[in-house]
């Protein structure tokens, strides 16, 4: 009894000391927050690109976090978002290394909170209960406000980026000077009409230039240029079209300084001012862009000779009153764009019309990333042949069977094209009446690689920037009012912002989705529906080959026996509807094995998680027991 009693009280001492030793640890864990990242793509890790901007930090910002975080009627999805962003935001405070604050505010209806995420530009988002949901956030640095009203859940895997970006440009709050460059009348033309009756006449620059203007100082840099001013930090080429090499050394100069440039070429624009609608042979041959010299040393090739076209993106459009499929004409969805960039990581719609592809290893020191690509049901074609009929072309379609690139990134260190210096100019002596080379001026040395990484994006359509493929401009009450169609503006928009900013913005990649796509059983649907097309096209091609062999038996007879069907006609048919009934059997068989293998797949998992891990569990438990008591038997 004495034994049992001592045995009770050391027992029972012995968890009170464990109790309050356990409080103990959580109490001094506490004071240090660290976080264990064990997801495969570090989720929950931030960019190395956010944590070099955090560590320039100098001057204390502070983060107001609007949060409705009691509002009974809140979303369960919303919630988990909200913790997310709470997690985020304890890591940009680790890192900042004293130089950020965190607060966080719950504004209830009519409270000083709400008051206050109404001034800093955080908008309440109406839920169907017909309350007001806050979730957004305020970054204050000296007088340099940024707001993100809304963060939404479907950018979560951008909600890394927004914040950086938004920290970024507290940090620098100047507008960025972009420059852009075209042989296209992006800014306008002059109107001939109106200069012949003497006064002076502009057409409306195009929709994408206005919508710059708002967010950059946009600078127009005339293709004649041999120097790109210091002040330009991003500098777009549209389209440029007969580029001389004095213009062309200008843009390698510019990009071994460290200026980015963002380059739109086109193998067939349809703009281009030189196209003669009433000879299609002579506006294809003229038409055409690039940038032959630097992307040659780049180890990038693009031909202008031809077009992409593809299958699986074609657009249907309305020629001459009728629907027509135009293959050239491509209609991007979200599974063309490189869902881990952030440039590309919304992109859900883009039209690309006549657009062209790059191809070739990259040079030594850079790096080629592959934001837009072709499916696997693409094929280059003659542009001389794209703009005729789009059967045509489906017609006589072979697909190469691999993706091909429509737009990449080139970042690392690059080397100059012009390893001698800049090259000399060819002018026209007036007095002499020939060409003789021009005196050398004295300029910069010219540089012959770069110091620092630097970044270049090329995109194979220029076209695309145009109003007609970005959306559609109305008149409302002698106002031009612009409806974005598709992604293309934003496209545009996201590269500038992301290149305009930080440097280091660059590198920040957008996150990996919380959920996983059940990609096993994605690709076994994938698999039998490449089987059941395969037999849809045989299908298809037998049903023709037996009209064509009909045919042919009902030409051969005169005119009044054409109604009457002869043996071998007859035959042919029973022949073709018992092939066809075959097929039918097979397909249903193909998709009878698709759906037993999903189902026996999807039994083992459950096996697995409902009796293989308790299992598993408890048989260590089992092993352990035994184990102790062995050991207890052997003292």
Not at 528 to 535: C, E, G, H, L, P
Request: hydrophobic share 40%.
């Amino acid at each position: 009894m004495k034994k049992n009693l001592t045995t009770y009280l050391y027992s029972t001492v012995g968890v009170a000391a464990m109790f309050f030793l356990l409080i103990a640890v959580f109490v001094i864990t506490s004071l240090f927050k660290q976080r264990l990242d064990l997801t495969a793509d570090k989720v929950f890790t931030l960019a190395q690109g956010t944590k070099a901007i955090l560590n320039k930090l100098d001057t204390p910002i502070q983060i107001r976090f609007y949060y409705s975080e009691n509002l009974s009627s809140m979303p369960v999805f919303l919630k988990n978002h909200a913790k997310r962003i709470e997690d985020l935001l304890s890591e940009y405070q680790k890192y900042g290394k004293g130089n950020i604050e965190i607060k966080k505010f719950d504004p209830q209806p009519l409270s000083d909170a709400e008051d206050s995420a109404n001034l800093d530009g955080v908008e309440g988002q109406m839920l169907q209960t017909g309350e007001k949901m806050y979730l957004g956030l305020a970054i204050n640095c000296l007088d340099t406000k940024v707001a993100i009203g809304y963060l939404n859940p479907e950018r979560e895997r951008l909600l890394e980026y927004d914040i950086t970006r938004a920290v970024s440009q507290v940090i620098r709050p100047e507008k960025p000077t972009i420059g852009v460059m075209s042989a296209l009348q992006i800014f306008g033309e002059m109107n001939p009409m109106a200069m012949q009756m003497g006064r002076m006449s502009r057409s409306e620059p195009w929709v994408f230039i206005s919508e710059l203007k708002r967010d950059f100082n946009v600078k127009q840099v005339e293709m004649t240029v041999d120097r790109i001013d210091d002040d330009i930090k991003v500098l777009l080429v549209v389209y440029p079209r007969d580029i001389t090499e004095k213009t062309e050394y200008a843009l390698d100069q510019f990009v071994l300084r460290g200026g980015k440039m963002i380059a739109f070429l086109d193998p067939l624009s349809i703009l281009d001012s030189r196209n003669q609608a009433n000879n299609p042979m002579q506006r294809n041959m003229n038409s055409g862009a690039s940038l032959d010299k630097l992307l040659k040393t780049w180890g990038i090739e693009f031909d202008k000779s031809k077009v992409v076209a593809d299958m699986t993106f074609l657009t249907q459009i309305n020629r001459q009153g009728r629907p027509e499929r135009m293959p050239t004409v491509l209609s991007l969805t979200r599974e063309s764009a490189d869902t881990n960039d952030v440039a590309t990581s919304q992109i859900t719609s883009l039209l690309l019309p006549f657009a062209g592809s790059f191809s070739g290893t990259p040079a030594e020191g850079l790096k080629k990333t592959v934001l837009l690509k072709t499916s696997t049901d693409s094929q280059l074609v003659e542009k001389m042949m794209a703009e005729f009929s789009g059967e045509q072309v489906i017609k006589d379609f072979s697909p190469s069977g691999k993706e091909m690139a429509l737009a990449v990134r080139l970042t690392g260190k690059f080397k100059t094209a012009f390893p001698e210096g800049k090259p000399k100019e060819k002018v026209e002596d007036k007095d002499k009446d020939k060409e003789k080379d021009s005196k050398p001026e004295k300029d910069e040395a010219a540089l012959k690689e770069s110091k620092t990484d630097g970044v270049v994006v090329l995109i194979g359509d220029a076209d695309m920037l145009h109003d007609q493929f970005c959306g559609e401009v109305m008149n409302f009450l002698g106002q031009r009012i612009f409806q974005p169609r598709g992604d293309n503006l934003n496209l545009v928009q996201s590269l500038i912002e992301q290149m305009g900013g930080d440097s280091n913005l660059i590198a920040i990649r957008s996150r990996n989705s919380m959920t996983r796509p059940f990609s096993v059983v994605k690709k076994m649907e994938a698999d039998a529906q490449a089987r059941w097309q395969s037999k849809l096209k045989d299908l298809e091609k037998k049903l023709q080959d037996t009209q064509t062999k009909l045919n042919e038996m009902q030409s051969k007879k005169e005119g009044n026996q054409r109604v009457i069907l002869s043996k071998e006609q007859m035959d042919a048919i029973a022949k073709f509807r018992q092939d066809q009934a075959d097929i039918n059997k097979e397909l249903k068989v193909v998709q009878k094995n698709l759906r037993r293998d999903i189902d026996s797949l999807e039994v083992k998992l459950k096996w697995v998680n409902i009796a293989f891990m308790p299992f598993m569990v408890t048989l260590s438990g089992i092993a352990l027991a035994i184990f102790k008591r062995k050991r207890t038997a052997a003292k």
